[in-house]
């Protein structure tokens, strides 16, 4: 198996997240952002929208967009299922991995891109309306998730399931924009990271 991907790409770490969770390796191949390239002919036959990650497995099979690689991941390797099997739960981590694609990354992003990604890539000052567009749409979400998240441990209910591997990047991200203040503002929210974000998968794909 390789996953063609960047270590900093918020989608490249939920491929990796779930890779370990299921106590599997695969041969990382770094694609180049800052040199272009997942533009480049070779990666944009893996990937026809020159981004990353995509994914190769041992038989051929080529497959691109990280929400279908983790659910595939998950259906083929052994290990504990990171899918519910019973209707309601597997209903919510649905739910909440759609959640998450919709609501929380987009607004998100915003906040992550202007603080985190932008003066690391010599973009200059964050845009502050920017910052406080985004900061108000996580702000939401997470006030959406808080009585939920205070009557159950995860996403999809009593376990760990894809749903919360697909928020793990961008939770990360975001308290390393200096955001520690909206978890502060929703504790649920923040136990549920704490309990989440220490996970030996996420500590190793984050931190190393």
Known sequence: MKVYGHPMSICTRKVLTT???????AQFVLVDLGKGEQ????HLARHPFGVVPAFEDDDGFVLYESRAIIRYLDRKLPGASLTPSQPHAYGLMEQFIGVEQSY????????????VFKPHMGGGAADESRVQEGRAGVDKVFG??????????YLAGDSFSLADVSWMPEL?????????????KHPSVAAWWKRIGGRPSWKKVAHG
């Open 19 to 25: 890779l370990l969770e299921k106590g599997h390796e």
């Open 39 to 42: 533009k480049h002919p070779a």
């Open 104 to 115: 929380f990354s987009p607004a998100a992003f915003k906040v992550i891109w202007e603080r």
């Open 144 to 153: 959406i998730l808080e009585p939920m998240l205070a009557k159950q441990p």
């Open 172 to 184: 990360e991200f975001l308290v390393a924009a200096g955001e520690q203040g909206l978890f502060d």
